[in-house]
C-alpha cells in the first residue's frame, strides 16, 4: 500500500505551526526554509530589480515557486476572528455577519445604558443614524450595512499580528469591532455619552479561530514574509497579513476550532 498523503493546514497560531505549515505545504525541509529565510537579502533584490512591482508577501511567493518548486495544493486554511465579546459568547450560531448581528449589538449596547436612556430615543437614535445623520461614523455605519463585501465576517491570517496593528496599520478589533465603534462615536457626538468605554469595560478580546476548505497557493507568501522579518528584526508591515473576507456568509459553528477569550 501507497503511504498516505498528509493533510496540508495553513496554520499561523504560532511560530512552529508557521514553519511547518510551510514546510508540508512546499516540500523544503525545516532546515531549508530557515537557510532561504536567514541568507536572502529582499532590500538587496528590490535595490537590483528597481522596476519590480511586487509587494514583499507575493515577492517570497514568487522566490520560493522559481527556486525550489510549485508549493502543494493547500487542502484548509486557519483564521483567526479578531473581535470583543460578552465572556458568555459561546459562538454557537457561528461568526455572523454583519447583518445578522447587527440588533443584537444595538441591543447589548443599550442594555449598558442601564436606565440612563429611555428606550424610545434609542430607536430613534438608531433610525438616525441608519438614515440621514450626517457624521462621518454614520456615514462609513451605512457603507458596512449595505456593501456586500463589508459585511464580513472578518479574520486575520497571522494571529499574533492581532497584537501589532500599529504596524500593520489595520484596526484593532480586539479593543472594539468598527461597527461598535461607530455606534458609540455617533451616540457621543449626539448625546455626550461615553459608551465605548461601558462596551470595553464589559466585554473581553475574543480570538476565534475556524478553518476553511482550500486556499490560494499565493497565500504562503504572507508568513514567508513575516517569517522573514521577524528572523532579519524588521518591521511588520501590511503586506505581513492577509485578511479573509466572508462576503456575507456566515462561517458555520462546525468550522470554529477554538474560541479564546484573553482579558
Known amino acids: 500500500m501507497g503511504s498516505k498523503i498528509k493533510t496540508r ?9 508557521i514553519y511547518q505549515s510551510l514546510a508540508d505545504i512546499t516540500g523544503i525541509p525545516l532546515e531549508g526554509l530557515n537557510s532561504f529565510l ?5 532590500e538587496a533584490y528590490y535595490h537590483s530589480h528597481p522596476d519590480c512591482p511586487l509587494t514583499g508577501d507575493d515577492l517570497m511567493f514568487e522566490i520560493i515557486r522559481d527556486r525550489y518548486r510549485e508549493p502543494y495544493p493547500i487542502d484548509f486554511t486557519s483564521w483567526f476572528h479578531l473581535t470583543r465579546a460578552s465572556a458568555s459568547n ?3 450560531e457561528g461568526i455572523l455577519t ?4 447587527i440588533d443584537s449589538i444595538w441591543e447589548f449596547l443599550f442594555f449598558l445604558l442601564k436606565g440612563e436612556f429611555n428606550k424610545e430615543h434609542w430607536v430613534d437614535f438608531r433610525k438616525k443614524v441608519e438614515t440621514d445623520m450626517e457624521n462621518y ?10 456593501t456586500p463585501y463589508a459585511n464580513g465576517p472578518f479574520a486575520t491570517l497571522i494571529k499574533e499580528l492581532a497584537f501589532r496593528t500599529e504596524e500593520t496599520t ?12 461607530d455606534i458609540c462615536v455617533c451616540f457621543k457626538e449626539t ?4 459608551l465605548l468605554t461601558k462596551f470595553i469595560q464589559n466585554t473581553k478580546s475574543c480570538i476565534v479561530k475556524f478553518r476553511v476548505t482550500g486556499g490560494k497557493p499565493n497565500l504562503i507568501g504572507t508568513p514567508l514574509l513575516y517569517l522573514y522579518n521577524t528572523l532579519h528584526s524588521r518591521r511588520m508591515s501590511p503586506s505581513c497579513n492577509r485578511c479573509f473576507t466572508g462576503d456575507g456568509s456566515r462561517i458555520p459553528h462546525e468550522s470554529i476550532l477554538k474560541v479564546e477569550f484573553l482579558d
Open 38 to 42: 536567514s541568507s536572502f537579502d529582499i
Open 9 to 17: 493546514v495553513l496554520d499561523c497560531e504560532c511560530i512552529d505551526s
Open 170 to 181: 489595520y484596526h484593532d478589533y480586539l479593543k472594539a469591532p468598527e461597527i461598535v465603534e
Open 98 to 101: 454583519l447583518n445578522e448581528g
Open 191 to 194: 448625546h455626550g455619552k461615553d
Open 137 to 146: 461614523a454614520a456615514v462609513m455605519y451605512r457603507f458596512k450595512m449595505k
Open 90 to 92: 459561546k459562538f454557537e
